[in-house]
């Protein structure tokens, strides 16, 4: 599981200097045992009213093309009622 961390890291990476720029960034919390991907959102993008789309168009896709065996990705403390 510590190079499937890396991995994900690295694609967490190519997409931190966008998240950044608008006063965000996220941090991966865990990958559990069905490949599942879990970050927290960070700074900006905890309360942005596009985190959601953040979510599935930018930091899911950018982990699912890089790591191809995470099947989701999910924010710990993204709240769903947008």
Avoid: H, W
């Amino acid at each position: 599981m510590i190079d499937l961390s890396k991995k994900v890291e690295e694609a967490l990476d190519q997409i931190r200097p966008y998240l950044q720029a608008d006063g965000g960034n996220v941090s991966l919390v865990e990958i559990t045992d069905d490949f599942v991907v879990k970050v927290e959102l960070l700074g900006a993008c905890k309360s942005c009213s596009m985190s959601m789309m953040t979510m599935k168009a930018g930091i899911e896709e950018s982990i699912k093309r890089s790591v191809p065996e995470i099947k989701s990705v999910e924010a710990v403390n993204l709240s769903l009622a947008i």
